[in-house]
């Protein structure tokens, strides 16, 4: 059940919170997880934007900071749906052709679930921690590309540590599938979990990119460790200095 309840919020403003009750057969988790969505400013946001959820804003900021979202580039990203990552970048790529005077850019979003189609982006459905998946990848990609991206995240544990090894687990997946694919001065963007294993994924970035840097967005939530690695200038998985 759920129910609205007005609470006061600075200079006596009235915010319209919503409060939800307990169901049988729900977990009280599940319960608080539904109580934060209702509540979530950028979830509120992402529905009158027309975006399909709350990491659009994720990205928008990444890029405003990074700049990697350019007319005419290449695009691979890595657990797209449910499409919120190219509904961004479509536009500023310009992979929708809606800009005639700009060059026009390609992006393939790959995931294990099926998205609804997204004008001028295209999704297939693969495990990427499959054997074969960076060799179906690059059958569809067919060249190289300026930017992998990843929103990739491994179901919830609940367990701190295993879920923080499990996402470095799939950032380095990435990040090796990025070394094979990306043009010269390509960018690299992933999703992390803070916890201290992310440091030996540095020190592999560090040998193949330029410059590697680590953002958390205002739009992932305060309480989450979720960040994300940028790592710009692609030079070469075995270059260093």
């Known amino acids: 059940m759920v129910k609205k309840t007005k609470e006061t919020s600075g200079r006596g403003r009235r915010e319209l919170l919503v409060k939800v009750k307990t169901a049988k057969g729900r977990r009280i988790s599940s319960t608080?997880?539904?109580q934060r969505q209702l509540n979530d400013p950028y979830v509120q946001q992402a529905k009158k934007d027309g975006y399909r959820g709350r990491a659009a804003y994720k990205i928008l900021e990444i890029n405003d900071k990074f700049n990697f979202l350019l007319p005419?580039?290449?695009i691979?990203?890595?657990?797209?749906?449910?499409g919120g990552w190219l509904q961004v970048a479509v536009p500023k790529i310009n992979s929708n052709k809606a800009k005639s005077n700009k060059k026009i850019g390609r992006i393939v979003g790959i995931d294990l679930q099926e998205i609804e189609p997204i004008l001028g982006a295209e999704s297939y459905i693969l495990d990427f921690l499959s054997n074969?998946?960076?060799?179906?990848?690059?059958k569809i990609i067919n060249g190289k590309v300026d930017v992998v991206m990843s929103d990739m995240a491994a179901s919830s544990t609940g367990h701190k540590k295993t879920d923080h090894l499990k996402i470095i687990i799939m950032c380095e997946a990435a990040a090796y599938l990025a070394f094979d694919?990306?043009?010269?001065g390509g960018t690299f963007?992933?999703?992390?979990?803070?916890?201290?294993?992310?440091?030996?994924?540095q020190k592999l970035l560090k040998t193949a990119f330029?410059?590697?840097?680590?953002f958390k967005p205002k739009a992932s939530r305060s309480d989450s460790s979720e960040k994300f690695v940028v790592a710009t200038g692609f030079r070469g998985l075995h270059s260093s200095n």
């Open 132 to 138: 074969d998946a960076d060799s179906e990848i690059k």
């Open 189 to 201: 963007v992933a999703k992390v979990l803070a916890g201290g294993a992310e440091g030996d994924l």
């Open 210 to 214: 330029e410059k590697v840097s680590h």
């Open 181 to 184: 694919i990306l043009e010269d």
């Open 32 to 34: 608080r997880w539904l």
């Open 76 to 82: 691979v990203d890595l657990g797209c749906a449910p």
């Open 72 to 74: 005419g580039k290449s």
